[in-house]
Nanobody
Framework: QVHLVESGGGLVQPGGSLRLSCTPSDSIFSFNTMGWYRQVPGKQRELVAEKPATGSSRYAYSVTGRFTISRDNAQNTLYLQMNSLKPEDTAVYYC?????????WGQGTQVTVSS
């Protein structure tokens, strides 16, 4: 069983920044794609950013230009740098990893953007 451990959520004022981290229990190289999703109560989980093993990253339109997904192979960690945060970015953020037909999820980390 693959475990994804997330950290970095919290409370931030509008316009502020946060960086989320996700460390898998397996090598980051073993996954076809890793990404970040978010969910608010009563709504479906939505893709925020995705980084395939090869090829370009992709972002939700609402975060393009503000969020950056990256990975540090030496640290075996996936990051989501979130800048210019808005109240509508408030959600539980989940790390996701795909390997062949299997999908794995982290436990989620709360991000709250409020003054």
């Amino acid at each position: 069983q693959v475990h994804l451990v997330e950290s970095g959520g919290g409370l931030v004022q509008p316009g502020g920044s946060l960086r989320l981290s996700c460390t898998p229990s397996d090598s980051i190289f073993s996954f076809n794609t890793m990404g970040w999703y978010r969910q608010v109560p009563g709504k479906q989980r939505e893709l925020v950013a995705e980084k395939p093993a090869t090829g370009s990253s992709r972002y939700a339109y609402s975060v393009t230009g503000r969020f950056t997904i990256s990975r540090d192979n030496a640290q075996n960690t996936l990051y989501l740098q979130m800048n210019s945060l808005k109240p509508e970015d408030t959600a539980v953020y989940y790390c996701n990893a795909h390997r062949l037909e299997n999908a794995y999820w982290g436990q989620g980390t709360q991000v709250t953007v409020s003054s």
